[in-house]
C-alpha cells in the first residue's frame, strides 16, 4: 500500500455572537483538514494544518511522502522531523504540519486492520473518558444573564465541570466573574479557570490567590508558554494547580517542563505536539512522573476522536483501585463554543452521557466525514 495524493482544506464558520479570550476576538471558527489517500482506496483524516501549517504540507511535506507506505507511521514521523528539523521549523508551523499527517496515517492503518486506533496502542485501559466543558468566554453584555445562564446549562448537561477565561478583563472584574460562576453552579461540580498565557509570575500569583477561596481545580497556562522559571514561580505560590502545554510541539519541548515539575496537569494538543504518535510519547512520560494528563481539545471531530484515542490508552495516576476522573483519571475537554466545523463535519456523533464520552470504537479514528460538508465549511 502506497500513499498517492495528499489534499489539506482551510475550514471556516462564521459566529452569531463574536466571543474572546485574553489573546483574541473571533467572529469565526477556522481549523486546517488533511486527507491522505491511497492506492488502495483508503483514506486517513488529520487535523492541524491550518494556515501557513497547510502550505507547508502541500509544498514541502506532500513530497517526501508520495509512494511512502502510510502505516510506516514512526519512519514517516522521523523523515518529516527531520525535513523540517534542520531549519528549526519542526516546531511551531512544522510541528502542526506533522500532527495533521501523523493522525491521518494512524487512521488509515486503524482501518487496513480493521481496529481503532486504541488497539494499534496497545489498546484502551477505559471506554468512555470523563469531560468537562470549556465555554464561558468573553462576549458582549454578557455578564451576569448569558454568562451565568450558560454555565447552569452545562450543570443540567450533566458535565462533572467547567473551564473559563481570565486575563482578558481586569483583574477585579474577572475576579467578580469567576466568583459569580462559582456562586451559580454551586460547590460540588469543578471550576477551572485558563489565562491563556495572559500573565507574569507576579500578577499570576496574586489573581491565584484572590481567588483561593473559590475551590479551582487548576490554572491553566498562567503565563507565558515557554517561561518554564515562570511556570515554578506560580506553582510555589498558589494554592491550585498549574497546567499547561498546548502549545508545546514535540516531546522535546516538554522535556525540561515534564522533568523540572512545572506542571501538576500537562495538556498536550493532538494538532500541536506532533499528532498521535507525540501525544503517546509526552502522556506516558507524563504519566511516569505522576503528572496528570488532561488533553486540551478545541476544534472538530478528527481532533475530538484523536486525543480520545490517545487519552483512553494512558493508565490512571498514580495507579489506583477505583481511580476518580479529576484525582487519578485522565479527564478532556469537550468544546462547547458555537461551531459548524464541530458539529456538521462528521456525520457520526459523540456518545455523552453523565460527563463522560464514549470512545469510539471503529475502524481508525471511528469517525466518517462528511465529505460535502468538508467543501460547503472550505474557505
Not at 460562576?181 to 484572590?210: C, F, H, V, W
Not at 494512558?314 to 495507579?319: D, G, L, N
Request: proline share 6%; charged share 20%; hydrophobic share 40%.
Amino acid at each position: 500500500m502506497k500513499i498517492t495524493n495528499i489534499e489539506t482544506f482551510q475550514l471556516s464558520s462564521d459566529l452569531d455572537i463574536p466571543f474572546g479570550w485574553s489573546q483574541d476576538w473571533i467572529k469565526r471558527r477556522s481549523v486546517g483538514i488533511v486527507k491522505i489517500t491511497t492506492d488502495d482506496g483508503l483514506v486517513g483524516w488529520g487535523e492541524g494544518c491550518t494556515g501557513s501549517s497547510g502550505h507547508l504540507i502541500d509544498s514541502e511535506l506532500s513530497q517526501i511522502l508520495i509512494g511512502e507506505n502510510p502505516t510506516k507511521r514512526q519512519m514517516l514521523w522521523q523523515k518529516m522531523f527531520h525535513a523540517l528539523y534542520n531549519a528549526n521549523i519542526a516546531v511551531g508551523i512544522g510541528g502542526s504540519a506533522i500532527s495533521a499527517i501523523d493522525t491521518a496515517l494512524w487512521d488509515i492503518t486503524g482501518k487496513m486492520l480493521g481496529v481503532p486506533i486504541s488497539d494499534l496502542l496497545g489498546g484502551s485501559v477505559r471506554d468512555r473518558v470523563a469531560v468537562y466543558a470549556t465555554g464561558l468566554y468573553y462576549t458582549e453584555e454578557e455578564f451576569p444573564h448569558r454568562l451565568l445562564a450558560e454555565a447552569q446549562n452545562y450543570a443540567n448537561a450533566g458535565f462533572l465541570g467547567m473551564k473559563t477565561k481570565v486575563g482578558g478583563l481586569p483583574m477585579a472584574k474577572d475576579i467578580t466573574r469567576v466568583k459569580a460562576i462559582r456562586k451559580e453552579i454551586g460547590p460540588d461540580l469543578k471550576l477551572m479557570i485558563d489565562a491563556n498565557q495572559a500573565y507574569n509570575s507576579s500578577s499570576a500569583i496574586t489573581i491565584g490567590n484572590k481567588l483561593a477561596d473559590q475551590d479551582i481545580l487548576w490554572f491553566e497556562e498562567p503565563v507565558n508558554a515557554q517561561d518554564i522559571e515562570a511556570y515554578l514561580q506560580v506553582k510555589s505560590n498558589v494554592p491550585m494547580a498549574i497546567s499547561g502545554g498546548e502549545n508545546l510541539r514535540t516531546r522535546y519541548e516538554f522535556q525540561d517542563f515534564l522533568s523540572r515539575r512545572a506542571y501538576d496537569i500537562v495538556q498536550p494538543d493532538v494538532v500541536n505536539v506532533g499528532g498521535i504518535s507525540e501525544m503517546r510519547n509526552v502522556s506516558m512520560t507524563a504519566n511516569t512522573m505522576g503528572i496528570q494528563v488532561n488533553p486540551h481539545v478545541w476544534g472538530s471531530p478528527i481532533m475530538i476522536s484523536a486525543s480520545l484515542q490517545v487519552i483512553s490508552t494512558i493508565p490512571p495516576c498514580p495507579p489506583n483501585h477505583n481511580p476518580e476522573p479529576f484525582v487519578q483519571e485522565p479527564v478532556m475537554e469537550y468544546d462547547q463554543t458555537p461551531s459548524a466545523i464541530r458539529d456538521d463535519l462528521c456525520e457520526t456523533d459523540f456518545n455523552f452521557a453523565n460527563g463522560y464520552i464514549t470512545v469510539p470504537d471503529g475502524p481508525g479514528l471511528g469517525i466518517k466525514v462528511d465529505e460535502k460538508s468538508l467543501r460547503r465549511l472550505s474557505m
